[in-house]
């Protein structure tokens, strides 16, 4: 008997460490890599009505938050020099609210693209969460859309009707990141009149005239009388002579033995100043003149899929100009073809009479 239990005591341990053995072999299972960008969950109070200065809300998100990037992600628009703190507590932020503010006036906590999850993750989208004295936010709105070859674009937005000078040496009221989106929009403002602008790139250090910006075509912007859509910007970025007689060349030689697409059409307007039309993608662009009768055509197009927009050339250059800081002028007006046109290789393709001014801006 003391023999049959020594030997099933042998055999019990030889069986745990073969499972053991087993158990420390196998690798273990990894999940999926964490891409997804943190997102806002709740705040508390839920509606940010009725605040007072210096009250504590909270801020709530789906996940532990990385605390470095904190510093440079929060900011409160308008802008100003807010008394504001903040306390991390993993995915809850608790804030205080700045004790200077005004009591008809809608604000906004903006965490911009700075903003970490724990796994490093970015936001890609600002999110804007309002608060107000009052017991009602202000609703007015600005929107529209940025088109052109920009890598990236913000909004830049000032209270009043400003100088150009102004506008460059004032810290805007309220800056709207772009870059994940050809449109744009601001919301919860003030029945108030605003000075607007867009520019490639957004800094305290950054000159920018010596970068891509668009001023709108009108000098003065309204939200008394209601909100502003179809607000909409052209960046793109002016290429040296000598880049373009080099990339011209190439082109000429690329296209010998390339076949080629033809565009047609006609537009209906207003004609008080001559009209011109772009036809580009992000590799090709190709412009020329419509005739008086409103009609076009443009040949020699590389097959692909492109975007149509015609512009009002006030000062008959050919270029679509987006306006001076040093002089008097704004954006030419222009107009966008609603749909992308794919053209192919030995194709002619015509497009329907385009009435640009039933277009809504």
């Not at 703190?85 to 004790?99: A, C, N, R, T």
Request: proline content about 4%.
């Amino acid at each position: 008997m003391f023999l049959n239990l020594l030997k099933n005591s042998v055999v019990l341990i030889i069986g745990v460490l073969f499972f053991a053995s087993c158990a420390s072999v196998s690798a273990p299972q990894g999940g999926d890599i964490d891409d997804i960008p943190p997102k806002l969950t709740e705040t508390s109070p839920k509606i940010l009505t009725d605040i007072k200065p210096t009250q504590k809300i909270t801020i709530k998100f789906n996940e532990y938050l990385d605390e470095s990037s904190l510093k440079n992600a929060i900011t409160i628009f308008p802008s100003g020099d807010y008394d504001f703190s903040y306390e991390y507590k993993g995915d809850k932020i608790d804030l205080w609210l700045p004790s200077k503010l005004e009591k008809d006036l809608t604000y906004m906590i903006v965490f911009n693209t700075n903003l970490k999850d724990e796994h490093n993750v970015r936001l890609k989208n600002d999110i804007i969460i309002p608060f107000s004295r009052k017991a009602v936010f202000d609703s007015k709105k600005i929107q529209g859309n940025i088109f052109g070859d920009f890598s990236s674009a913000f909004i830049l937005l000032w209270f009043n009707h400003l100088e150009k000078d102004i506008m460059l040496n004032l810290e805007p009221d309220y800056v709207l990141n772009a870059s994940s989106s050809s449109s744009y929009e601001f919301n919860f403002l003030p029945e108030k009149d605003f000075s607007i602008l867009a520019v490639e790139q957004y800094g305290s250090n950054i000159n920018y005239e010596q970068r891509p910006f668009s001023f709108y075509r009108k000098n003065k912007l309204s939200l008394k009388d209601g909100s502003l859509d179809n607000i909409n910007f052209y960046l793109h970025t002016i290429k040296s002579e000598e880049s373009e007689d080099s990339e011209e060349k190439n082109d000429t030689n690329e296209k010998k033995n390339i076949k080629t697409a033809t565009l047609t059409g006609e537009v209906l307007g207003n004609f008080i100043h001559p009209i011109s039309l772009i036809l580009k993608n992000k590799k090709n662009e190709y412009s020329n003149t419509i005739q008086i009768d409103g009609s076009y055509i443009l040949d020699g197009i590389l097959e692909g899929e492109y975007q149509l927009l015609i512009y009002e050339d006030r000062n008959n250059n050919s270029i679509l100009d987006m306006g001076s800081f040093t002089t008097n002028e704004f954006a030419e007006r222009f107009f966008v073809y609603p749909d992308s046109l794919s053209l192919r290789a030995n194709w002619e393709l015509e497009i329907p009479k385009w009435n640009y001014n039933l277009n809504k801006e």
